[in-house]
């Protein structure tokens, strides 16, 4: 089962303007984590929030977590064509879990 | 240092083989995870093994199993294959059982 769904499952924007995805997540956190797939390759990580923290930063990412909501936000500013990927949000499955859960995924389209 | 492999890239097997897929984590990292991603059901996750033991099992059938061994390398069978085993399995490894680096996967298709 997913624990995490992202919305919208897909996004084409022209580059350098922003792109925002937004992930829901069912049960508590201790974290939760954005990574980024190219393709039909491994995953890449991008970014982990604490369940304490409500917004995290590095380069041109954005994380926001609102835990009474259950729900997440990733923004990339100033998108380039390499940013062209699918998204994905995960969190472990419970206190004391090693499972790793991942959302559908939002598949970003950089246009140049 | 390395990054997580992946051995092999690309599989073909046939209905009611069985294969078995093989990966070595990053120097130092003692947990190993195994996921299976298809376009229907997207990412999910086999088995999570640290020190050579299994400490979380996803929701799949018997006829997946793995292993890891005094190394840390692991392996992931797969018997009797189905049409609905192709995917793209990925492993992953971890210092600290949370972030998690990926390899590049290995894509089987069983016809």
């Known amino acids: 089962s997913q624990q995490g769904e992202e919305d919208p499952q897909a996004l084409s924007i022209q580059e350098g303007e922003n792109a925002t995805m937004n992930c829901s997540y069912k049960?508590?956190?201790?974290?939760l984590q954005w990574y980024r797939q190219n393709s039909g390759r491994g995953l890449v990580h991008l970014i982990l929030?604490?369940?304490?923290?409500r917004e995290k930063h590095s380069g041109r990412l954005r994380v926001t977590l609102d835990t009474s909501k259950k729900s997440s936000s990733l923004l990339i500013t100033a998108s380039r064509a390499a940013d062209t990927a699918s998204y994905f949000c995960?969190?472990?499955?419970?206190?004391?879990?090693?499972?790793?859960?991942f959302g559908k995924g939002t598949k970003l389209s950089v246009i140049p | 240092k390395a990054g997580v492999t992946q051995t092999p890239r690309y599989l073909i097997k046939t209905r009611g083989q069985q294969v078995t897929l093989s990966c070595s984590p990053i120097?130092?990292?003692?947990?190993v995870s195994w996921y299976q991603q298809t376009p229907g059901q997207g990412l999910q996750f086999l088995f999570e093994?640290?020190?050579?033991?299994?400490?979380n099992k996803g929701n799949f059938p018997g006829r997946f199993s793995g292993r890891q061994f005094s190394n840390s390398r692991s392996e992931m069978n797969v018997s009797t294959l189905e049409l609905g085993d192709s995917a793209l399995y990925l492993c992953?490894?971890?210092?600290?059982?949370?972030?998690?680096?990926f390899g590049a996967g290995t894509r089987l298709s069983v016809l």
């Open positions: 992953a490894s971890s210092a600290d059982s949370n972030i998690q680096y």
């Open positions: 929030i604490r369940s304490n923290e």
């Open positions: 049960t508590s956190i201790n974290n």
């Open positions: 093994y640290f020190s050579e033991t299994q400490r």
């Open positions: 995960a969190s472990y499955s419970g206190a004391g879990s090693y499972q790793l859960t």
């Open positions: 120097s130092g990292h003692r947990s």
